[in-house]
Every structure is written in C-alpha cells, then in structure tokens.
C-alpha cells in the first residue's frame, strides 16, 4: 500500500486528492492525533513520533510512505532516509513534501529533472507555515538551490494548526489569528507572487485567507501539489509503482478516538470511512 501520514487530520486533504487522481492504488492512512500537532515539538520529539509512524505502516505492507506533514518533511525525512532506509529497510521509499511544493512555488515544471538552478525565476513568494517548519527553513534551502533569484518571506503561524484541528475554521477565532499573521507577513512583504501554505492543515482556512490577501496573490495548496508530483514521481520510478497494490483499498487509523476521526474524516472526503484506533509502538 501507498502509507499517508500526518500528525492529525491535515493530511486528509492531500488523501483526498490522491484518491481522486490516482484512485486505483491502495492506501494506508495514519493519523497520530494523540500527539497532534507536532509544530511546538522539538526536534528530536518530531523525529521520534515520524520514525514511530513510519515503521507501524511499513509493518503494515506500505511500500511507499508519504509524510503529508510539513513539519516531520522538516525535521525527520533525511534523516529516516539515511540513517533508517538506507541501514534496514533499504527496498522501502518516504517521501516528504517540502521539495515538491518548493519546486510548485518557485514553478518548476511538474517532471523537470535538473541540478542546474534556474536564475530565470524571480519575484516575492511568501510560505505560511508551523513554528517547527519555518525555523528549520527547510522551504529557504530548498528554494535557494531551485531558483536563487526568487525573494523568499517566511511567517510562523504557531496557532493555525491547533484551531483546525479542534475544528475551528470559521468564525472570528480563526480570522483574528489569520488577520494577525498576516499582517506581520505584509510588513515585510506587502505583496508576494504566489503564497504557499506550508501546513495541510491550513488548506482548510483558505476562504478566510483570501480575504486579508490582494487578489492578483495565488495561494498555493500542497493537495494538487503533492497528487501531481506523486503521480509523475511514480511513471519515473516504475520499479516501485509494480510494488504497489491496486485494488482501490482504503484503510485508516489514528492514534486517538477512532469514532472521532471518522466523523472529521466524512466532512473533509465526502464519504464514510472507517477508522481503527491503534497505539504505536514505542509510543
């Protein structure tokens, strides 16, 4: 199976897309919602919950893994990739979504291969992200070797995540903190090209960030991002997509209330699911 994870129901919404463009495959969705959110972790506690994530879906046949969490992308991917994949489990893949959505806002083309840094790409791009996620300026590091020319703004947004994830996503709760943000982000850059929202979860206050941003700013979602990539990564690696199963199977867990998750799950992919509540090992 492909494994999706997220600290929470974040990753939901890059599920959902997955599920529209390339339904055929099998998935494994975990959410580790008992320790959600993992932005105000530290690093080392973010590592150690991914790692956790990480070896309960390879022990569920998941060949492949995706985190659909920017901040364990962040702060654990290269670090499971070659200290973990490359020692024991070397015929596994994770794959993370700080690289594809830089190449999304710094518009590479989807399949474009090149170490060669593009100096035709320039303007104000601006990245919304977790505490965790814009100190590690993993988006800054990537985005500097993909186009140096582009003007990068960075804004931590520590309480966005934490209000989606109790289901706040409407109302003046949320846009006093989106309004705050966002502002802080205009005193430095008042008018980016395109804006990235770094966390999955913030796909969820997309109409309330429209408001507070000029209308010629693209806002850019990591669901279409990361489905789009994943498709052209897998035509790219045939020798992993034939390891993967494609009888449309769906299958979810959470570290938390599974009666919950499932009901949050029916609001965000249209459908009912169902839900299995696990402990991690470790955990």
Known sequence: MIGVFDSGYGGLNILKTLLQRLPEYDYLYLGD???????????????????????????????????????ASARALRTIQQRYLAVECKDRRVLGVIRPSAEALARIPV???????????????????????????????ELQKLAPRLEIYQQACPLLAPLVEAGEIS??????????YLAELRIRC???????????HYAALVPIIRQFLPNETEILTQDEIIAERLKDWLVRHPEQDIRLGKTGKRLFLTTDDASDFAAVGRSILGTDIDCKAIRLPGE
């Open 171 to 180: 109302g003046e709760g949320p846009s006093w903190f989106v309004r705050k």
């Open 190 to 200: 008042d008018a980016p090209k395109r804006i990235l929202l770094a966390c999955t």
């Open 111 to 141: 399949g474009e291969i090149s170490s060669e840094p593009r100096f035709d790409i320039a303007g104000k791009v601006a990245i919304l992200g977790t505490q965790e996620t814009i100190q590690s300026n993993s988006f800054v590091l």
């Open 33 to 71: 919602n008992a320790r959600a959110p993992y932005g105000a972790r530290s690093c080392e506690v973010i590592y150690r919950f991914t790692l956790q994530g990480v070896r309960y879906l390879f022990s569920q046949d998941c060949a492949l893994v995706v985190l659909a969490c920017n901040t």
